[in-house]
T-cell receptor, first 111, second 112 residues
Framework: DQQVKQNSPSLSVQEGRISILNCDYT??????FLWYKKYPAEGPTFLIS?????DKNEDGRFTVFLNKSAKHLSLHIVPSQPGDSAVYFC??????????FGSGTKLNVKP | DAGITQSPRHKVTETGTPVTLRCHQT?????MYWYRQDPGHGLRLIHY???????DKGEVSDGYSVSRSKTEDFLLTLESATSSQTSVYFC???????????FGQGTRLTVV
């Protein structure tokens, strides 16, 4: 059973608007959460992360929000750019340095 | 880019043959991982290593074995490849105390 879930396989957004990608997890032992970006034929690259002791982390156009009570996190991209078009994976880790990933959301930012 | 090299980058093999994928790192990181990426499933952990000769199973370990005889190398072996093991395989590394995993470029394996 997947411990990290991304229920939206795809998302289409107009350039300049906000992109919101969502992720849910089931394991309350997870204490660190990450977002990765993946282009075709490349490995995933780390984008932004958040510790369970925080509820928000911001890096430029990217902000991650964590709602521990709901076991939910989201990635906001503002403003969205065509170069942001990629597959985004949510990940979570706890003890033992194991990382569990969601199934990914394919973001398409239209010019 | 993190110093991670996966080899081969592409491989086509026949059902029932053994296959070994190699991950080599130059970062001296303690933790190494093998993931597979499949449509609708995202990245699933196959095996991981927390040190030389220290390995553990992940979510989808059946049909796979691993070995880590040196810090820099983590090998993934399919003892007898099946068509269900057609996938893209990614190696990742994390430092002791690190919070992010860094990925290699991937190996596309096709079992015919």
């Amino acid at each position: 059973d997947q411990q990290v879930k991304q229920n939206s396989p795809s998302l289409s957004v107009q350039e300049g608007r906000i992109s919101i990608l969502n992720c849910d997890y089931t394991n309350s032992m997870f204490d660190y959460f990450l977002w990765y970006k993946k282009y075709p034929a490349e490995g995933p690259t780390f984008l932004i992360s958040i510790s369970s002791i925080k509820d928000k982390n911001e890096d430029g156009r990217f902000t991650v929000f964590l709602n521990k009570s709901a076991k939910h996190l989201s990635l906001h991209i503002v403003p969205s750019q065509p170069g942001d078009s990629a597959v985004y994976f949510c990940a979570a880790s706890g003890n033992f340095n194991k990382f569990y990933f969601g199934s990914g959301t394919k973001l398409n930012v239209k010019p | 880019d993190a110093g991670i090299t996966q080899s081969p980058r592409h491989k086509v093999t026949e059902t029932g043959t053994p296959v070994t994928l190699r991950c080599h790192q130059t970062e001296n990181h303690r933790y190494m991982y093998w993931y597979r990426q499949d449509p609708g499933h995202g990245l699933r952990l196959i095996h991981y290593s927390y040190g030389v000769k220290d390995t553990d199973k992940g979510e989808v370990s059946d049909g796979y074995s691993v070995s880590r005889s040196k810090t820099e190398d983590f090998l993934l072996t399919l003892e007898s490849a099946t068509s269900s093991q057609t996938s893209v395989y990614f190696c990742a590394i994390t430092a002791q105390g690190g919070t992010e995993a860094f990925f290699g470029q991937g190996t596309r394996l096709t079992v015919v």
